[in-house]
Every structure is written in C-alpha cells, then in structure tokens.
C-alpha cells in the first residue's frame, strides 16, 4: 500500500452528499496543468485563485441558483466582482504538498491561497512560504478566529515560535468509532452511555467478539493499518493516546521538535500494539495482550479508510473506524439508520492515571485542511477579503451542508439544517465530544520524515515482522537521530 492519501481527503473519496466524483484523482491530475495555465495567463483582475481537490470544486460554484460556496462567501460580504476559482490538484496528500513546494520554492503565483493538509502546514511557515495573517487580517477577524476556531486546529496553523496565525482553518476532521448498536445490544451490552462516555477497549473488544460470534459475521472491527501517513498520524496515534502513550511524551511536544523525550518505548505504547496484537492474531501471538479477543482480520495491515468501510458497511462486520464521512454511508436509512452507534475512541488507561498531560481517555485524530496565503500572490488584498469571507459562520455553515465539510467553529455543528447534513445529525454530539478530545500529530518541519519512520515500524510490529519491543527500541533510535540533527541545525 504504497498510496499515503491523508486520512482528511480520503474521507472524500467516498460519495458525497450531492454527487459521486468517480476517479477524483485521475481527474485532477489531468486537469491541474490546464486549469493553472488558464487561471494564470490573462485571468480576470478580480478573480482569485485557490488550490483544492474536485470535492470542493464541486460546491465552489454550482448550477440552476443552487447554493454554493461563492454565494455564500459575497452574501459575507465580499464584492460582488471578487470571483473565486479553484487549481485543481490531485486527491493525494502527499503529492499536493510536493506540489505546493514547488510552486512555492519557484515564487509562482497563481494561486494565490494555498489549501494545506494540517499535516504539513507549519514545515511551509517555517520555510517563510505563507503569509503572516494576525499581522495581515484585520484585527476584529484575527480575534474571531482566535476566540470560535477549534484551538487544536489552530496549533496546526500557528508559526511554532511567534504563535502567530499563517493559516485559516477552513474545516477540521476526527476519527471515530462506528458500530452496530443493535447487535452489541442484542448480546446483553448497554451501550446507552458510549456516545458521550465510551467503553473501555476491553468491554468494546469483547462486546464486539460476543456480537460477532452469535451473527457469524466475517469480521469484528475494521480499521485502518496499511504502511502509510495514516497510521502514524491518527489510528495508531488515537490507540496510543488512549493507552497513554504519546510518541514524544505530552501533548505539550507535540509541535517543537529537537529537544523532546522519545517515548515511543514506554510500556504504554507497547500495550497498544499488544492490544493491536490479539485483535489481529488472538492468543496464538505470544506477543498478544491478554484479556483480549481476536476481532479484526490480517488485511487492516493493508486497509486503508474506503477498504476498511467496504465490510462494516456491507454489514460484514460489527465496528468500525473511520471519519465522518461514513456516518453518511453507514447511517443512511438504505443502511443502518439508528441502529449505527457513534462514538470516539474507547480507552484503556484514563487521563488521571497517564504519566503525561494531555494523553489518556478517550481520544479522536485531528485531521483537516487551513487555507494559506501565498507570499508571492500579486492579488494580496483581495486575496485577503477572500479570506475573511470564510471566517463567516454562513460560509462554514453552507461548506457543512453542501459537502459535509465539519465547521471549524465545531459549535455551529448544532446549527446546521438536518435535512441538509443528513444522518451525521444524529451524532452532533460525538462530534463535539471528538473535538474536545482530539489529539494532533506531531506537526512540526521534521514530520513527514518521522511520520515515515513511524509507520513503518508500526506496521512491522502489527503484522508481525517484529516484535512490539525490538520495533519500538528500533523506532526510538531513528526519532533520536531525528530529534539531534533538528537541534544541531538550531545551534545545539
């Protein structure tokens, strides 16, 4: 599994809520060159330009006066004659932000605002290739921001040392638990508490063995452990925190690097993977946990989001993790309706008994994507409008009903028209609750390479190619090295 698609745009490789866009990245690949020429070469003086994948292009602008993103943005006020067009770039993470580095590193301009994975925005602000924005926003708008933005979100816009805003984060993502409810139910669980206080992994996990066994489904729990971007990011990184664990001790490092403790040995880690350990192998592995049943199949080390949902929502399976987007495909009454439970991620050690702040208790990954202004755009000021347009809660609001992209400002989750959003308004709750307790990578410039170094380790120790300790000792070595050749390049 080569493909390290980031968890926040795989979500929408899946069916949207207004259309299916087939073959998203083969068709954004073809058509990035075009679209850049022609946006570029003797554009409109009032148009600006963005980067973004076809699922937001689709909702940019729409046809017959249905609503769209840029009425919704001159209704906030932008000038009429201020348009909006989108660069369309290709669905993989990994490859748009390459492409962002180049354009950057050339200074070429169009586009003017740049849509980055939350992933790898602050390494771009760290290489001075974003545009200050508390200093270039006005004021009131910075505050806004500052005051109803999820602030998980806004650590992965900030300058790591000023603190100073160089993104706007146009919607955030979490993971979370899917399950069948009826059938956990119908074997003698109470799951009437798991949407606002989740299990324990030790109920959850027996929960679904029991479920699993008197259906004679296929599998238990699916989820996602392929060899890519998000297993370190987030399903590995929310089974960690919620052993508390962390990858460089408390939520306190994750977002400076060269001078953080390497944590990735400590016992609490090693029982995550003996954990992923039993549900993948059950008790023949000596390395499993005990107490744990075997509920998920050997192919989660090759499962990415949309392979992983295919059992759970065919109804092969009994639990599920994911991202919202597949409240929409589980939840629908095609599928399972009510019967479908919603939570974030159970635990297995409380957030008073972690060694380390902010780890512990239940736990949903934060992914998403901020919108950055370029420092070379010719069009700053309009871009710039543009920009506070969208700090607007109508426009949060529209992007949340026409595409099911989650409001940064998560309150207005509430607000929302049901009819509009779908089944995913069965569950504001788990998603308030999932933004309260989201847990971010470590975002800082050396993250891509440690996010490498991470999964690959990881995904050794869970299909079984190394042990839970050697794989650890040996990831542990590669972050120090990490880690010394970060603070080396900062004088020490």
């Known amino acids: ?19 299916f866009v087939a073959g998203a990245s083969a068709v954004a690949a073809v058509g990035t060159t075009a679209i850049a020429g022609c946006l570029g070469r003797g554009r409109s003086p009032n148009t600006v330009v963005m980067t973004g994948a076809t699922d937001f292009e689709e909702i940019l602008h729409t046809e017959d006066g249905e609503p769209s993103v840029q009425e919704a943005l001159w209704d906030a006020g932008l000038d009429e004659d201020v348009r909006v067009e989108l660069q369309t770039v290709v669905s993989d993470s990994v490859q748009r932000m390459q492409e962002a580095q180049s354009t950057l590193q050339a200074g070429r301009s169009p586009p003017d605002i740049h849509m980055m994975d939350s992933g790898w925005t602050i390494p771009f602000i760290l290489r001075e290739q974003t545009t200050d924005l508390s200093e270039a926003l006005p004021d009131d708008v910075v505050s806004r921001i500052e005051d109803d933005y999820l602030e998980d979100a806004l650590e992965t816009a900030r300058h790591p040392e000023t603190g100073n805003l160089h993104g706007v984060p146009l919607f955030p993502d979490f993971g979370l638990m899917l399950y069948r409810q009826d059938l956990i139910e119908d074997v003698g669980y109470d799951t009437g508490d798991w949407a606002t206080e989740p299990p324990s992994w030790e109920e959850f996990a027996n929960a679904v063995a029991d479920a699993r066994s008197e259906q004679g489904l296929q599998y238990g729990y699916t989820t996602q452990a392929a060899a890519y971007e998000g297993l370190a990011c987030c399903t590995f990184n929310e089974v960690m925190t919620t052993w508390g664990g962390g990858y460089f001790g408390g939520a306190e490092n ?3 690097a060269g001078d953080r403790p390497i944590t990735v040995d400590d016992e609490s880690v090693l029982d995550a993977i003996r954990m992923m350990r039993a549900f993948v192998h059950g008790d023949d592995d000596e390395h499993a946990l005990d107490g744990y049943p075997q509920i998920s199949p050997s192919a989660i080390v090759q499962w990415s989001e949309q392979e992983s949902l295919g059992p759970f929502a065919d109804g092969d399976a009994v639990a599920h993790r994911n991202w919202p987007f597949a409240i929409d495909e589980a939840g629908s009454d095609d599928a399972f309706g009510e019967d479908l439970g919603v939570m974030t991620q159970p635990y297995a050690v409380s957030e008073d008994e972690a060694e380390f702040e902010g780890v512990g208790g239940t736990a949903a990954a934060l992914g998403g994507w901020h919108l950055t202004l370029s420092p070379y755009t010719e069009r700053a000021d309009l871009a710039l409008e543009v920009l506070e347009a969208f700090t607007h809660e109508d426009v949060m609001l529209t992007i949340f009903e026409l595409q099911g992209f989650l409001p940064p400002n998560i309150d207005l989750v509430e ?6 959003i779908g089944p995913i308004a069965r569950y504001t709750d788990q998603i308030q609750l999932a933004g309260e307790n989201a847990i971010s990578r470590p975002v800082t410039d050396v993250w ?7 999964f690959q380790e990881v995904h050794a120790a869970y299909r079984g190619a190394k042990a839970p300790e050697a794989a650890m000792t040996d990831l542990a070595d590669r972050l120090e090295g990490s880690e010394q050749e970060v603070a080396e390049q900062h004088g020490g």
């Open 254 to 256: 994750l977002f400076t």
């Open 1 to 19: 599994m080569g493909d390290e698609t980031s968890v926040s745009e795989r979500r929408r490789e899946g069916p949207s809520r207004r259309s």
């Open 448 to 454: 891509p390479e440690q996010s490498a170094l991470i």
């Open 415 to 420: 607000e929302a028209d049901p009819d509009e």
